[in-house]
């Protein structure tokens, strides 16, 4: 006899596994629910519906053993890698700059089997090298057990590497003759796996004080209040300052109001304000993220050498990287063609060569407003905010109708904290080019914090509308250097003016 499951018995299970895990079950997802009771039943002789669910409040093995067939595990090696690499490149550097002892720890939330925690201490292990093992602690927890004991094998087949190349899997993988892979070792002890519920005690397993937060592709599933439950508690793990990064379709869900939404480089990611005051913010010394970088710094003292152009046997290793810009014994180049090498370079993600350059081409034309704004832009870019705007300013002082200046001037008033600072910089901007799509979302997120809906509403309209006129490559490009997803700016503009349509805000 088939078993049957009435309406009222599949909203109990639905119910439970609620309350249990956070999955909800949409029309699509309801089908995986009765097969997985079916299974169950079936491995455990029961007949009816009403006998199972029994069952499962009395016993938490059997619940947990269904969740675990209702877990959704897909995932791979540096998946969706662009946050990966602005939080090794840019955020942990940042970090490690401020931290005075300890390591920073890192929360891979909802893991499945391990790749994305993995993939992390592979990417750092690169950086950082054996330091890494000092410098970071990596976590990655799930609820299912069986993807756990996956992660803590170390072992993978083929379908998990395919978002790596061949050089990193070399590096990081030993092969096994079973068409298998295993995690070299060091990676392996950098990272712990433990089974966790996320709506569960973190303190069970001794979680706390995490500097950054992965939960990528995990709050699919999961209903609204459930989706804020989860999230509240881990902002409640974060550090002051800390990081938490969603999976780009879940960007938007989460902005509650419990963290801050932080774009950079065009990505977005939530961070927990400092409550150190702003005053006391801007007395710190800020320190320069590279301070634990492996890759060299060019000082000013190398550029310096570089400029002036004189044959010198102990010049900084990457000046074959800077396209010759100043070999002994070659022509040196223009200020224009410094310039133009520094674009390229700023481009390729190149961005220390390329201040170098830029360095190079100020100390040659002082007056080279295009190259201060490249270098400013650069620096905002890797949070050297002081930097950015002396850089910015210098710009406005040699062309104070130079748009670009302003939007830096006031994107570091918002980083610092100083929104009416920030805010008149923006109107700046726009008084110079009123189709400046990028000052209005920008003045529109301020608005939008002071709770001043309707202009807010109107900046959020003018950006879009501009936007949405033009072409999207040809926005990003606007700002040059700045680079920017404009699309996912007509997202956040999209969902900030829905929220203030519906009122929820
Ligand atoms: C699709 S995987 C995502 C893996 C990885 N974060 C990524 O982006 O590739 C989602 C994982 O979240 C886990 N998960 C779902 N609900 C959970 C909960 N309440 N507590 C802990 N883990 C959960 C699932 O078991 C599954 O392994």
């Known amino acids: 006899m088939p078993v049957l499951f009435h309406e009222q018995s599949r909203t109990l299970f639905k119910e439970l596994i609620q309350r249990t895990c956070g999955f ?50 897909e995932t ?3 998946r969706e890698p662009e946050h990966l690499t602005l939080m ?32 992390v201490a592979m990417l750092l292990r690169d950086r950082y090298g054996e330091e890494s093992e000092r410098l970071f602690s990596i976590t990655g927890v ?25 050089g990193m899997m070399g590096r990081h993988f030993e092969p096994t003759g079973l068409a298998e892979f295993l995690v070299n070792a060091a990676i392996r002890r950098q990272v712990r796996f433990e089974v966790l519920n996320l709506l569960g005690n973190f303190n069970a397993i001794g979680i706390g004080c995490v500097d950054i ?58 961070s927990k304000p400092a409550t150190q005051l702003f005053s006391e913010r801007r ?40 396209n010759g810009a100043e070999q002994p014994g070659k022509p040196t180049r223009s200020p224009k063609e410094l310039f133009d090498g520094a674009l390229e370079l700023a481009r390729s993600n190149r961005h220390e060569e390329a201040l170098a350059l830029l360095e190079a081409a100020i100390a040659v034309d002082h007056s080279f407003v295009k190259a201060y704004l490249l270098k400013a832009s650069l620096l905002l870019d890797s949070a050297r905010y002081d930097r950015a705007k002396t850089t910015s300013e210098a710009a406005c002082a040699l062309d104070p109708l130079c748009r670009e200046a302003y939007l830096i001037l006031g994107i570091v008033a918002r980083h610092n904290g100083d929104d009416n600072d920030a805010f008149k910089r923006f109107r700046e901007a726009l008084y110079l080019d009123p189709a400046c799509w990028l000052a209005h979302f920008y003045t529109a997120e301020i608005l939008y914090a002071r709770q001043e809906h309707k202009r807010a509403r109107s900046s959020y309209e003018k950006a879009t509308e501009i936007l949405e006129k033009g072409s999207l490559a040809e926005a990003e490009k606007a700002f040059f250097p700045l680079s920017f997803n404009a699309q996912q700016f007509i997202t956040i503009c999209r969902h900030k003016l829905s929220l203030l349509k519906e009122g929820r805000t």
Do not use: W
Not at 28 to 52: C, F, N, P, V
Not at 145 to 157: D, F, H, K, M, V
Not at 245 to 255: K, N, R, S, Y
Not at 292 to 317: D, N
């Open 24 to 73: 909800s079950f949409s029309q699509d997802r309801e089908k995986s629910l009765i097969a997985a009771l079916k299974k169950r039943m079936a491995s455990r002789g029961i007949q009816t519906a009403d006998s199972y669910y029994g069952l499962l409040l009395a016993d938490q093995n059997e619940l947990k053993v269904l969740v675990e067939l209702l877990t959704v595990n």
């Open 76 to 78: 791979y090696f540096l």
């Open 88 to 119: 090794v490149d840019t955020l942990i550097p940042e970090l490690l700059s401020r931290r005075r002892c300890g390591p920073i720890r890192i929360l891979s939330a909802g893991c499945s089997t391990g790749e994305e925690a993995y993939s």
């Open 142 to 166: 799930d609820i299912d057990s069986n993807t756990i004991a996956t992660a803590r094998s170390g072992l993978y087949g083929k379908p998990s590497f395919r978002g790596m190349d061949k």
């Open 213 to 270: 937060i992965l939960y990528r592709n995990v709050s699919i599933y999961f209903p609204h209040d459930v989706q804020e439950k989860i999230f509240t508690a881990l902002a409640d793990l974060l550090n002051e300052g800390g990081i938490l990064i969603v999976g780009a379709t879940e960007t938007l869900h989460h902005d509650l109001g419990i963290l801050t939404l932080v774009e950079r480089n065009g990505l977005f990611y939530y």
């Open 283 to 322: 007395s710190v010394k800020r320190h320069e993220p590279a301070h634990y970088s492996s890759k060299p710094e060019v000082t000013e003292k190398a550029v310096s050498r570089l400029t002036a152009a004189t044959p010198s046997t102990s010049l900084p290793q990457h000046r074959s990287a800077m």
